[in-house]
């Protein structure tokens, strides 16, 4: 065999062995987009499926874990929560609601948080989240301890929350509850996942309640409390006027420099307050010197404007101070400056009439209110006192015919009488529990009624209210003396808080797992 076939023969086999590499190599190519492709199809499935967001674990809190889904109901919970408090407060203010609300227009993570350098708006509603879950897990984990399960009621409580927002979905024009839910929480939010939900939040508050319920104390723990707080505790009676020491700056629209410095402005404030105090002898020529001073105001009521009733953790400090010493008597009158270290130095004229210790008894019921409407009134061509009394008489109608029809019922009662309330919306506005309540936690005309010695279980009758309308109203009966259970109300909420603050000593950490991290990247999660 000559020495050129061999080489022949072996350049073949290596130009063979070449090409089966480069055959292997484009196999091996082809083989790895093909599996590169199928990864990013399943990522890209896996991604857009609910399986990401509501089935795998996005935070874990102590033994409890939530998902993505779980995340953004909190999230936008917590949101609504906040929303709700705002509007509730200031909602006649559109300037105040812009300041203490993000714009629903852009994200809210480009929004500072109230002019926050460090915070976003998405930033603040993340954490109320999160705080909001540590809550929740804190006591879902002691609940699961105590062998705490929903009751029949609450599950049927859970199964109304769930059938009312299904009919409220597909009265919004959605096609169903879960397409309403998606839109409301972000994706993964089905109607299994919002059941779940619902019902961690139904077992932590009747849980809660359970717990704080537990709680008990002697008359003598209730008592000793209660000496302790009274100037807490106590409603004061007493009217207030005050004068300003802020400085004023010249309205150019008046021909009168009114210009005045902070320092002469609260010289003037305490000057016209001491000559307030030295005008007055009695309640009646404190409201006279009241209305001179505001004689050019229309509408201005002396006696409404500074009568005050209030309990006394609702009272500033260094008034309170001075209502509550014992040896104050009714017609006192003093003449009370703000605290130093406040922004602006204010005079106030306090007249003391008097000081409850709440040592009577507290009531139940239930009420339901006839109220007027715009078309009522627009359909009663009066005006003034005129139109007030023509109201009257429109809502004393309709709540005597709503009293006419319970006394007719053949099975009266609590019970009877709340049924009735609800088979008649269309008349009764609205309607809700009176339970443990106190002279001053109702309008002056139902507290009367209620607290009536004279008032049996089972009574029946109509009161109007001013402003409100006319209330049929229901008396269950007495609970107690209502300081003792202010008292004891007290001691249990302390001593709940201090049992929940040590529940949550253990639900500090939050282990955030990598789905929540990519979510945030993936969706608009977190606002």
């Known amino acids: 065999m000559s020495d050129e076939f061999v080489s022949a023969k072996a350049a073949r086999r290596a130009q063979e062995e070449k090409a089966l590499r480069q055959r292997k190599k484009y196999n091996l190519t082809v083989t790895v987009v093909v599996i590169c492709f199928v990864l990013v199809l399943i990522f890209v499935a896996f991604f857009s499926s609910n399986l990401f967001y509501n089935g795998t674990t996005a935070l874990k809190i102590g033994s409890q874990s939530f998902t993505v889904a779980d995340f953004n109901y909190n999230y936008f919970t917590s949101y609504n929560n906040y929303y709700t408090s705002i509007y509730s407060q200031y909602g006649s203010s559109p300037e105040l609601m812009s300041m203490l609300l993000p714009s629903t227009g852009s994200s809210f993570r480009k929004q500072a948080y109230m002019g926050s350098e460090d915070m976003t708006w998405a930033d603040f509603f993340t954490n109320s989240a999160i705080d909001r879950m540590k809550s929740l897990a804190a006591l879902l984990d002691a609940a699961q301890k105590e062998g705490y399960t929903l009751s029949d009621e609450d599950k049927a409580a859970v199964d109304s929350s769930v059938e009312n927002l299904r009919a409220s979905a597909v009265a919004s024009g959605y096609s169903d509850l879960n397409a309403y839910l998606a839109m409301t929480y972000g994706k993964g939010m089905t109607e299994k996942v919002f059941r779940q939900n619902v019902e961690r939040e139904y077992i932590a508050s009747t849980f809660s309640q359970q717990k704080s319920d537990s709680f008990t104390f002697t008359g003598q723990e209730i008592a000793d409390n209660y000496a302790e707080n009274a100037a807490d505790y106590d409603f004061y009676k007493y009217r207030l006027y005050s004068f300003s020491g802020a400085a004023v700056t010249d309205d150019e629209d008046t021909e009168e420099d009114e210009t005045m410095t902070a320092e002469e402005a609260t010289a ?53 101070t001075w209502l509550s010493d014992e040896a104050r008597k009714a017609g006192d009158v003093e003449v009370l400056k703000t605290d130093d270290d406040a922004a602006t130095t204010n005079y106030y004229v306090v007249m003391f009439l008097e000081r409850d210790d709440n040592r009577y008894n507290a009531v139940s019921g239930y009420y339901g209110l006839c109220a007027t409407d715009e078309d009522d009134e627009e359909g009663i061509e009066l005006e003034g006192d005129a139109l007030t009394a023509a109201l009257k008489d429109l809502t004393d109608a309709r709540a005597q015919e709503v009293k006419t029809a319970y006394d007719e019922l053949e099975e009266k009662g609590y019970d009877a009488f709340v049924k009735l309330m609800a088979e008649n919306s269309e008349t009764v506005s609205g309607s809700g529990d009176v339970s443990m309540s106190g002279m001053y936690d109702l309008p002056e005309p ?64 939050v282990d955030q797992q990598w789905e929540m991290t990519l979510a945030k990247k993936l969706t608009s999660m977190g606002g």
């Open 268 to 320: 003037k404030a305490k000057a016209d307050a001491e000559a307030f105090k030295a005008a007055v002898t009695d309640e009646q020529s404190y409201m006279d010197y009241v209305a001179k001073l505001n004689e050019d105001t229309e509408g201005y009521d002396a006696d409404t404007s500074t009568l005050y009733t209030s309990q006394g953790s609702s009272i500033t400090d260094f008034i309170k």
């Open 446 to 509: 139902l507290a009367a009624w209620f607290h009536d010695e004279a008032r049996k279980e089972g009574d029946v009758d109509t009161v109007y209210v001013e402003d409100y309308g006319t209330f049929v109203v229901y008396f269950s009966g007495v609970d107690g003396v209502y300081g003792d259970l202010m008292s004891e109300g007290y001691l249990r909420q302390e001593a709940y808080t201090a049992w929940e603050d040590e529940q949550l000593k253990n639900f500090d950490d």
